[in-house]
């Protein structure tokens, strides 16, 4: 990390807590009125750090020059057919058999009850138009017996039973979670879906039982005039490494564009890859499949995640991922890649233990993967991005992360599964710029966990504390294999910078808003703090909100190397220098943001907090897109 991240600014010790009043609390009703205006991309100049537009935008997609072939396709296509003409479509199979690297299909709109689609070329698939294709992996069930009570079943051949990965412990979890829930069909009632449960006495109107040894599905709602939807395919499309079709992997991505892949058993999309075998120099792993682009796309209801997607120059722009059953998207052993103005939304649908799930989980050695300008939102069950085990110089950048994990930086549940839900976690993993981002409403904002040169700076945290750990696992051995040695060892978990943030807890927030924390057993043989620079941080909490300190930190030489502080001075003793330009205000007097409850978080340039920063190094500022003069401000939102 550069050396040159140190304040030129003059300035004094501030030792006078001023009062500054924060925006209440919303009302529920209010706030689930403002998530849905987000998503619709109403707010994408007022409540978050860049602006949006989040998720698939509706548009016309022109038919593309092409040095390749155009062929047409639709949901009645006729499967013999060149689909070289409009009015004479083929089917998606039959596209996809024919189709070379540069050939471009156009999707006709409607519903596509397809799956398990096979390719290994760099085409291109879009709509027609305006035109909305939807890929369904499912089937319509119209076949029903009514049984005694409210029951009815049906024959189904089509089922995905499935079992826990070798890695989940059920001593630990079993308890939690029923083996039943592992299994990857689905069962849809007008489009809602039901939950799995484990014996036809606990059916009701809301759930599903599968008899797999006789192949029967059971539901609890009368299907007459019902449209029910059972799974029926493992994936959306495939792309393969082998050869299909007659052709060869030719490793270029695919570039998909304004299409929803919903209702599969497993994954929308699955790129395959082939991972490093131990610790790998990048050059030799992530070229199978170079380049693929999904771009205002929807991935829902699938029975795992929403896509798998690996291989290098990857790029997610646009698009939504909700409701999976554990994660959004895996992207592993991959580099120079990135996601940007998505939303992700509710994942780990049915609460798995043990299962550790994220909206995005960023996994096995990748390299330089950007996420930016994305909306991660309503996720109680789920952390929101999670960079984990052996990524390098990450960029987390410009993001609204809201409502993640149920706390709502209260104190933990000790029945839940997961204690704490992370907004933005990096783990076992060498460097990462957070910056510019808000965090609202979330167990932990950030969770820096036995990691090494983090560089967190220009965020807002609105009850999301800030958390940095590390503990005794080492990076040489344990349930991971070798994939941990791509980290950093116990001794080199250090480095960080903090600088420039804003942290911020109202009456709802009642634990310290920033824990710097190691395992009891490093007391003593880590004493060297895992920071380098904590500075020109501002601090606002509510003097109603109970006796809590603003800080947790260790390691300090008392006994147990573990100090509270809540005013400069008291930082002063956990972190030399850290008094300078640090600043604790409360909640009164003076509105802290200019947007009341519209949801806008710039602050109020009145606030005494808003210049209270340093100026960024220059690649900061660069990633943030600030002029090269620029007034320095606090927390995501520059000052106007």
Same mark, same amino acid.
């Given at each position: 990390m550069s050396k040159g991240i140190v304040s030129k600014r003059p300035g004094g010790l501030i030792r006078r807590l001023r009062q500054v009043r924060v925006?209440?609390?919303?009302?529920?009703?209010?706030?689930?009125?403002?998530?849905? &205006?987000? *998503? =619709?991309?109403?707010?994408?100049? /007022?409540?978050?750090?860049? $602006? +949006?537009? %989040?998720?698939?935008?509706?548009?016309?997609?022109?038919?593309?020059?092409?040095?390749?072939?155009?062929?047409?396709?639709?949901?009645?296509?006729?499967?013999?057919?060149?689909?070289?003409?409009?009015?004479?479509?083929?089917?998606?199979?039959? &596209?996809? *058999? =024919?189709?070379?690297?540069?050939? /471009?299909?156009?999707?006709? $709109? +409607?519903? %596509?009850?397809?799956?398990?689609?096979?390719?290994?070329?760099?085409?291109?698939?879009?709509?027609?138009?305006?035109?909305?294709?939807?890929?369904?992996?499912?089937?319509?069930?119209?076949?029903?017996?009514?049984?005694?009570?409210?029951?009815?079943?049906?024959?189904?051949?089509?089922?995905?039973?499935?079992?826990?990965?070798?890695?989940?412990?059920?001593?630990?979890?079993?308890?939690?979670?029923?083996?039943?829930?592992?299994?990857?069909?689905?069962?849809?009632?007008?489009?809602?879906?039901?939950?799995?449960?484990?014996?036809?006495?606990?059916?009701?109107?809301?759930?599903?039982?599968?008899?797999?040894?006789?192949?029967?599905?059971?539901?609890?709602?009368?299907?007459?005039?019902?449209?029910?939807?059972?799974?029926?395919?493992?994936?959306?499309?495939?792309?393969?490494?082998?050869?299909?079709?007659?052709?060869?992997?030719?490793?270029?991505?695919?570039?998909?564009?304004?299409?929803?892949?919903?209702?599969?058993?497993?994954?929308?999309?699955?790129?395959?890859?082939?991972?490093?075998?131990?610790?790998?120099?990048?050059?030799?792993?992530?070229?199978?499949?170079?380049?693929?682009?999904?771009?205002?796309?929807?991935?829902?209801?699938?029975?795992?995640?929403?896509?798998?997607?690996?291989?290098?120059?990857?790029?997610?722009?646009?698009?939504?991922?909700?409701?999976?059953?554990?994660?959004?998207?895996?992207?592993?052993?991959?580099?120079?890649?990135?996601?940007?103005?998505?939303?992700?939304?509710?994942?780990?649908?049915?609460?798995?233990?043990?299962?550790?799930?994220?909206?995005?989980?960023?996994?096995?050695?990748?390299?330089?993967?950007?996420?930016?300008?994305?909306?991660?939102?309503?996720?109680?069950?789920?952390?929101?991005?999670?960079?984990?085990?052996?990524?390098?110089?990450?960029?987390?950048?410009n993001n609204w992360v809201k409502d993640v994990g149920t706390n709502r930086g209260g104190p933990s549940d000790p029945n839940a599964h997961w204690v704490n839900y992370n907004g933005f976690f990096f783990e076992i993993s060498k460097g990462v710029v957070c910056a510019g981002n808000l965090f609202e409403n979330c167990d932990q904002g950030v969770f820096i966990l036995n990691s090494s040169n983090a560089v967190i700076t220009q965020n807002t945290f609105v009850n999301s504390p800030l958390v940095i750990s590390r503990d005794l696992r080492s990076a040489q051995a344990d349930h991971f294999?070798?994939?941990p040695a791509t980290g950093p060892d116990v001794d080199q978990r250090e480095g960080h910078q903090v600088f420039n943030n804003l942290m911020v807890g109202t009456d709802q927030c009642q634990v310290p808003l920033m824990k710097v924390m190691q395992h009891p057993g490093l007391c003593g043989k880590l004493t060297r703090s895992p920071l380098t620079l904590f500075d020109h941080n501002t601090f606002v909490k509510d003097p109603d909100g109970g006796d809590y300190p603003l800080l947790e930190w260790a390691p300090v030489p008392v006994e147990n190397c573990q100090m509270t502080a809540s005013t400069p001075e008291e930082m002063q003793k956990v972190f030399e220098g850290a008094a300078a330009h640090n600043l604790v205000l409360t909640t009164k007097n003076l509105p802290l943001f200019m947007g009341g409850l519209t949801g806008n978080y710039a602050l109020n340039p009145a606030f005494p907090g808003a210049g209270n920063a340093m100026l960024l190094p220059a690649n900061i500022r660069d990633l943030l897109g600030l002029p090269a003069k620029y007034k320095p401000f606090t927390g995501s939102y520059p000052l106007k």
């Amino acid at each position: 990390m550069s050396k040159g991240i140190v304040s030129k600014r003059p300035g004094g010790l501030i030792r006078r807590l001023r009062q500054v009043r924060v925006m209440p609390r919303m009302s529920r009703p209010f706030r689930l009125m403002l998530l849905m &205006a987000a *998503a =619709a991309g109403w707010l994408t100049t /007022v409540a978050q750090p860049s $602006g +949006g537009p %989040y998720g698939p935008v509706h548009q016309s997609w022109p038919v593309p020059k092409t040095a390749g072939k155009i062929i047409y396709v639709a949901p009645d296509g006729n499967a013999g057919a060149a689909g070289d003409q409009l009015a004479t479509p083929t089917t998606i199979e039959s &596209a996809l *058999a =024919a189709a070379v690297t540069g050939d /471009v299909l156009i999707l006709r $709109g +409607g519903i %596509y009850r397809s799956g398990d689609l096979l390719f290994n070329q760099g085409i291109t698939i879009q709509p027609y138009n305006d035109e909305q294709p939807v890929f369904k992996g499912t089937q319509v069930a119209d076949q029903w017996q009514r049984l005694r009570g409210n029951q009815w079943k049906t024959s189904w051949k089509t089922l995905f039973r499935a079992y826990p990965d070798d890695w989940w412990v059920p001593d630990r979890h079993g308890m939690r979670t029923p083996l039943h829930v592992f299994n990857n069909d689905m069962v849809f009632v007008d489009g809602r879906l039901l939950h799995s449960v484990g014996w036809p006495g606990e059916v009701d109107e809301n759930s599903f039982y599968i008899d797999y040894e006789k192949g029967f599905v059971y539901i609890g709602t009368n299907p007459e005039n019902r449209l029910v939807e059972i799974t029926a395919h493992n994936h959306g499309f495939f792309r393969v490494l082998r050869d299909v079709h007659g052709k060869k992997n030719d490793h270029k991505g695919v570039i998909m564009r304004g299409i929803t892949l919903t209702q599969y058993a497993y994954a929308g999309m699955e790129i395959e890859a082939r991972f490093p075998d131990g610790i790998a120099d990048p050059s030799t792993f992530g070229k199978d499949v170079v380049g693929s682009v999904f771009e205002h796309c929807t991935f829902s209801y699938c029975g795992r995640v929403g896509g798998y997607l690996h291989g290098d120059n990857l790029v997610m722009r646009n698009c939504k991922v909700h409701d999976t059953v554990t994660e959004g998207i895996y992207i592993q052993s991959a580099s120079d890649c990135l996601l940007e103005r998505n939303i992700f939304s509710r994942n780990n649908l049915d609460n798995i233990s043990g299962y550790y799930p994220a909206a995005v989980k960023i996994f096995n050695q990748t390299h330089r993967v950007v996420c930016r300008d994305n909306l991660i939102c309503d996720q109680p069950l789920s952390n929101g991005i999670w960079y984990d085990v052996g990524n390098v110089d990450g960029r987390f950048l410009n993001n609204w992360v809201k409502d993640v994990g149920t706390n709502r930086g209260g104190p933990s549940d000790p029945n839940a599964h997961w204690v704490n839900y992370n907004g933005f976690f990096f783990e076992i993993s060498k460097g990462v710029v957070c910056a510019g981002n808000l965090f609202e409403n979330c167990d932990q904002g950030v969770f820096i966990l036995n990691s090494s040169n983090a560089v967190i700076t220009q965020n807002t945290f609105v009850n999301s504390p800030l958390v940095i750990s590390r503990d005794l696992r080492s990076a040489q051995a344990d349930h991971f294999g070798w994939h941990p040695a791509t980290g950093p060892d116990v001794d080199q978990r250090e480095g960080h910078q903090v600088f420039n943030n804003l942290m911020v807890g109202t009456d709802q927030c009642q634990v310290p808003l920033m824990k710097v924390m190691q395992h009891p057993g490093l007391c003593g043989k880590l004493t060297r703090s895992p920071l380098t620079l904590f500075d020109h941080n501002t601090f606002v909490k509510d003097p109603d909100g109970g006796d809590y300190p603003l800080l947790e930190w260790a390691p300090v030489p008392v006994e147990n190397c573990q100090m509270t502080a809540s005013t400069p001075e008291e930082m002063q003793k956990v972190f030399e220098g850290a008094a300078a330009h640090n600043l604790v205000l409360t909640t009164k007097n003076l509105p802290l943001f200019m947007g009341g409850l519209t949801g806008n978080y710039a602050l109020n340039p009145a606030f005494p907090g808003a210049g209270n920063a340093m100026l960024l190094p220059a690649n900061i500022r660069d990633l943030l897109g600030l002029p090269a003069k620029y007034k320095p401000f606090t927390g995501s939102y520059p000052l106007k």
